[in-house]
């Protein structure tokens, strides 16, 4: 029964999104730069390792959007195909993550709910990078929990994996990673019991921070490495940013 309803609940998520992707186009963000870094990685593909154009941000986009381009060469339709699969397959995560939670009933309520959520819909359809990094970090959370209850440490493996993931797409991925280490403890005598280093806790505290640090680490010596700067990227984007709002307030008529 569940599994029929989650299959439903998909349906319903692509068939919203497919709507919505037939009247939309690809105007968002910086859409248009992934889709240029995609074609020109795809040219001559390479195992990325640092960021070696200014304007990369991070490099799941390119690998999706170049492989995906591998498949099928158009770049106004299959960088949001990338986008419309995988905000699709959110349901699933997202099912299963609040039936742990709470119940199926109401998983089955919240997933029809986020189904027409227009926020999610409308990330799905173009070419940015919200819609892998919410499905990467659903499956996180949702094998986290399903850790919690199960204590199965395959399951923790699996989170930090797609925590790995979540960072490769987007660098607000980085800062979950302290924050999710503080749901790894079932309740506050484990993480009492972690504190003090007395309980099995503390291991599977280190082992998820560790993996879930696996992809920062490579990337900030990746640049170091080239760059000698261990948050090029970041400092690039920031200073351009800065530089900007700085120009636009100096060259504003104050009477205008």
């Known amino acids: 029964m569940a599994r029929l309803q989650l299959f439903g609940l998909?349906?319903?998520?692509?068939?919203?999104?497919?709507?919505?992707?037939?009247?939309?186009?690809?105007?968002?963000?910086?859409?248009?730069?992934?889709?240029?870094?995609?074609?020109?990685?795809?040219?001559?593909?390479?195992?990325?390792?640092d960021a070696w154009l200014p304007q990369q941000h991070t490099i799941m986009p390119i690998y999706l959007?170049?492989?995906?381009?591998?498949?099928?060469?158009?770049?106004?339709?299959?960088?949001?195909?990338?986008?419309?699969?995988?905000?699709s397959l959110s349901a699933v995560p997202f099912f299963l993550l609040v039936r742990i939670l709470f119940d199926r009933m109401t998983a089955v309520y919240s997933t029809l709910l986020f189904a027409?959520?227009?926020?999610?819909?409308?990330?799905?359809?173009?070419?940015?990078?919200?819609?892998?990094?919410?499905?990467?970090?659903?499956?996180?959370?949702?094998?986290?929990f399903n850790f919690k209850e199960t204590e199965k440490i395959r399951t923790l493996v699996y989170s930090a994996l797609f925590l790995n993931a979540a960072c490769m797409t987007r660098y607000t991925g980085w800062i979950y990673i302290p924050l999710l280490c503080c749901l790894v403890p079932r309740n506050m005598e484990d993480i009492k019991q972690?504190?003090?280093?007395?309980?099995?806790?503390?291991?599977?505290?280190?082992?998820?921070?560790?993996?879930?640090?696996?992809?920062?680490?490579?990337?900030?010596?990746?640049?170091?490495?080239?760059?000698?700067?261990?948050?090029?990227?970041?400092?690039?984007?920031?200073?351009?940013?800065l530089n900007l709002i700085k120009y636009t307030f100096i060259n504003i008529d104050p009477l205008m």
């Not at 959007?65 to 905000?87: E, N």
């Not at 819909?121 to 986290?144: I, K």
């Not at 309980?199 to 992809?215: A, D, E, I, R």
């Open 194 to 241: 972690a504190v003090l280093l007395r309980s099995k806790t503390t291991g599977y505290l280190f082992l998820f921070g560790l993996l879930s640090s696996v992809f920062p680490l490579f990337w900030m010596i990746g640049n170091y490495s080239t760059f000698g700067d261990p948050f090029y990227p970041i400092h690039i984007t920031t200073n351009y940013t």
């Open 10 to 49: 998909f349906l319903l998520f692509l068939g919203v999104r497919i709507i919505a992707f037939s009247f939309s186009q690809n105007f968002s963000y910086d859409a248009v730069d992934r889709i240029a870094l995609a074609q020109r990685w795809l040219e001559h593909p390479f195992f990325i390792t």
């Open 65 to 87: 959007i170049g492989i995906a381009m591998g498949l099928w060469k158009d770049p106004f339709i299959t960088p949001r195909v990338v986008s419309l699969i995988l905000g």
């Open 116 to 144: 027409v959520f227009t926020l999610h819909v409308q990330c799905s359809v173009v070419a940015s990078s919200e819609a892998p990094f919410v499905f990467f970090m659903l499956f996180c959370l949702y094998y986290l």
